[in-house]
């Protein structure tokens, strides 16, 4: 054990909690591919060989993806990568469709079932990959009479269910381009996302249900339709009431595209980089960058990290809990690629009890369940034992993403929900539509560790200067490119602003925003945004260490940290916390949390104040927004330290304007 390996363990970090028998890797798709490999005269002696390989030959890496997953497509004859970042081109001269590839199973295997449904009001059911193509054939059929074709968009306002996944297929068949938001979402932030794309056609639902209540969406639909340009074409969804008369110029979905019997769709194949969606970063300042994906580089990536890294195969039951305004509900749609069962659940992962998401697993036997890493948490502080409580039989991962997943949460999963099941936590994020780091079956899970490097994924940590470290904290970059990098961002024709986003602070390089140190044996810890980082006395700090000790505390519900310091002058470290039902900032709890703090972390990390709040402002995909709190303390007014569309509560920011004079150092 090395001294970084050391220091991490004194944290808790590191306990080997699952490591693969000799069967798991036998029958592994990653061990298939190795295999596969060496028949074509590419020896890899393990996952680190292999990792290596990719890495150093990425156009023979991807070339071989594309190969051993038998793409539908055209790949050509131009050379599988050519440029160097940001410039770079993939597969040029190759065409292929993305729906196409995710609907091969219905002309193999109609019958096998495509999605399950599930939600709060109770609509659930089931569709087959043959029943599945002949809805999309149908809505392909129907956006096509509204003037639907290559490269226009069509932007869809609904929850997870069936339609928006049926929806994303037809509207890629035609070459179109996909955009989606939750109907949970306020009109602005809808109009800030959409309004830059200008769809042809927006897919809209009448309302949604969480959390045990219904919430109509007619008001607000008027409120964008009245601000996007166009107008577009308007679908309607019919999700908490009964199907009306629509209203002047406004189809309904159940009647779109049924003026023909066509049952298969038709496939525009188009160039590798020929954009498949658009995506938003979940920023707080400007308006949300809108990411554009190929529709090449999503199928690569999706079917390596579904099949090498989750280690999923065509009939296992795929979920991820999600909503259709994160970048995880287009990496479940991916399911379909590798020949998944996906589980699609409409409400809240709480209601009307915390375990729902178990009870759902044990209910569709759900083979792979992925969450947010807050859920985890909040099961572990419930007290829950999903294991004794419900028939996980048939589930052998867990997924989790969206924030760093702390140790005790790891080892309550394999305490208490299942012993023998492979735990991955990954992070990447919507930049990429997948995971830079994350697990594989053929690495053991250690407590609060990142297992390894994706492949294809030439993850380093680099220091100020630009150079690799390990063992210390530094900036993730990539050195090599991925093929679902975006294709650019819309409205930014000469790439100004995508090279501004991830290319400024090393040319060439790719530099994600998070703070990671990378162990020795390519393993890695996650520690938070690097710009919300707690440098006290030139010690530097993820703020995931920092809740990872506050939350601990039964009494403490969420937690924010802030540290006001700035160039050439030390700040005041100031701490927020929502405390649970029944709790107070007393003396007593004030003092623990410094005593822990400072046994946890160091001296240097004992907020000089803690203060109560009513909540914590997060972003729309759940992000805690520790930076425009920041601005806020050293004197922004909070309408401008963040776009307040931008936000999942806007008077939870708005609240923090009352410290501002707490910020400078006494």
Not at 196 to 223: F, H, T, W
Not at 282 to 301: A, D, N, W, Y
Not at 345 to 359: C, I, V
Not at 528 to 534: F, N
Request: glycine content about 12%; proline content about 7%.
């Amino acid at each position: 054990m090395d001294a970084s390996e050391g220091d991490l363990a004194s944290r808790g970090y590191g306990a080997t909690l699952w490591e693969p028998d000799d069967k798991t890797v036998r029958n592994a798709r990653v061990t298939h591919f190795i295999r596969w490999l060496a028949s074509r005269g590419i020896a890899t002696g393990g996952y680190q060989d292999l990792w290596q390989w990719s890495v150093t030959q990425p156009g023979e890496f991807w070339t071989a993806v594309w190969d051993y997953f038998d793409v539908l497509g055209d790949r050509g004859d131009g050379p599988a990568l050519a440029g160097t970042m940001p410039e770079v081109r993939w597969f040029e001269g190759s065409t292929l469709n993305y729906a196409r590839n995710a609907l091969r199973t219905a002309w193999t295997d109609p019958s096998r079932t495509a999605i399950i449904f599930d939600s709060e009001r109770g609509r659930a059911g089931s569709l087959t990959y043959g029943e599945l193509a002949a809805q999309v054939a149908r809505v392909a059929r129907g956006l096509r009479s509204l003037g639907v074709g290559r490269g226009d968009r069509v932007a869809a306002l609904l929850p997870n269910v069936p339609e928006a996944v049926i929806g994303l297929l037809a509207v890629a068949s035609l070459g179109a381009i996909w955009s989606s938001c939750s109907p949970d979402f306020g009109a602005r932030s809808v109009i800030d996302r959409f309004a830059q794309i200008e769809p042809k056609v927006l897919i809209a639902c009448d309302g949604y249900a969480y959390n045990g209540k219904e919430y109509s969406r007619a008001q607000m639909l008027d409120e964008v339709l009245a601000e996007l340009p166009g107008p577009p074409a308007v679908v309607m969804v019919n999700l908490i009431g009964e199907p009306e008369q629509p209203a002047p110029g406004v189809l309904n979905w159940d009647g779109l595209g049924t003026e023909g019997d066509q049952h298969e769709p038709d496939f525009e194949e188009v160039p590798f980089a020929h954009p498949l969606w658009v995506v938003y970063s979940s920023g707080t300042t400007g308006l949300p960058k809108p990411i554009m994906h190929g529709h090449g580089g999503v199928v690569l990536e999706h079917l390596k990290a579904l099949s090498f890294h989750q280690d999923l195969r065509p009939g296992d039951v795929f979920a991820w809990y999600t909503t259709t305004g994160w970048m995880m509900w287009n990496y479940l749609a991916g399911g379909l690629l590798s020949g998944l069962t996906i589980v699609l659940y409409d409400g809240s992962a709480s209601y009307p009890q915390t375990g729902r998401l178990w009870q759902l697993s044990a209910e569709y036997g759900i083979t792979y369940l992925g969450v947010g890493a807050p859920y985890l948490v909040a099961c572990m502080k419930a007290g829950l034992e999903p294991g004794q409580e419900h028939d996980l039989g048939a589930l052998r991962a867990i997924g989790s993403t969206g924030s760093p997943l702390p140790p005790e949460a790891f080892d309550w999963v394999y305490r208490d929900v299942k012993p023998d099941l492979l735990l991955g936590s990954f992070s990447g994020g919507t930049d990429i539509c997948t995971g830079f780091v994350g697990p594989c079956p053929l690495l053991p899970v250690r407590s609060g560790i990142i297992s390894g490097r994706c492949l294809g994924a030439a993850v380093e940590s680099w220091d100020e200067d630009g150079k690799p470290v390990t063992g210390q904290v530094g900036e993730l970059v990539l050195t090599q490119p991925m093929p679902s990098m975006p294709v650019g961002f819309w409205s930014d024709p000469d790439g100004a602003r995508y090279r501004e986003s991830y290319f400024d602070m090393y040319p060439g390089i790719w530099r994600h925003g998070d703070w990671i140190e990378m162990l020795p044996d390519g393993a890695c810890v996650i520690y938070g945004r690097s710009d919300a980082t707690l440098n006290r006395g030139g010690v530097r700090m993820g703020t995931s260490e920092f809740y990872r000790a506050v939350e601990a505390f039964e009494e403490v519900a969420d937690s924010l940290v802030v540290d006001t310091g700035r160039l050439g002058a030390e700040g005041r470290l100031i701490l927020f916390v929502v405390l649970a039902g029944g709790a107070e900032l007393d003396d007593d709890l004030t003092g623990r949390l410094r005593s822990a703090l400072r046994a946890q972390l160091s001296p240097r990390h004992v907020p000089n104040e803690i203060h109560q709040v009513p909540g914590i402002p997060r972003t729309l995909s759940g992000k805690k927004l520790e930076v425009p709190v920041r601005k806020i303390l050293l004197g922004t007014e909070p309408e401008r330290a963040a776009d307040p569309n931008a936000l999942a509560d806007p008077d939870a920011l708005r609240y923090y304007g009352r410290f501002q004079g707490d910020a400078e150092p006494s």
